[in-house]
Nanobody
Framework: QVLLMETGGGSVQPGGSLRLSCVAS?????MAWFRQAPGKQREGVAA???????LYPNTLIDRIAISRGNATNEMVLQMNNLRPDDTAMYYC??????????????????WGQGIQVTVSS
């Protein structure tokens, strides 16, 4: 069992930046961020495998960066130049012992409760 806790969400103006953090109960080989806006399907934002393996959707690759945090069980998502359509609930996901280069929701075993990100002027 892996417990995940997300922090760092909130409200920001268009063009601003946010840094989301996810801390796992123990080291996970793969971690990822997903998001879900009202009325839309959950979509992958970024995945991290090992120390530095990353996967991004083409639509976000210029504005986001995923990395390990100061602790090995922490993952950080840096989001820049935020837009109103980035508004969503953001979820941390993890697999403890699998290398998961995937942004499919069914590839991930453990999920956090989610944290709200709102981009609005």
């Amino acid at each position: 069992q892996v417990l995940l806790m997300e922090t760092g969400g909130g409200s920001v103006q268009p063009g601003g930046s946010l840094r989301l953090s996810c801390v796992a109960s123990h080291f996970c080989k793969s971690m990822a961020w997903f998001r879900q806006a009202p009325g839309k399907q959950r979509e992958g934002v970024a995945a991290l495998v090992g120390v530095s393996g990353t996967l991004y959707p083409n639509t976000l690759i210029d504005r986001i960066a995923i990395s390990r945090g100061n602790a090995t069980n922490e993952m950080v998502l840096q989001m820049n130049n935020l837009r109103p359509d980035d508004t969503a609930m953001y979820y941390c996901a993890a697999n403890s012992d699998r290398a998961s280069y995937s942004l499919r929701t069914d590839s991930w075993s453990y999920w956090g409760q989610g944290i709200q990100v709102t981009v609005s002027s």
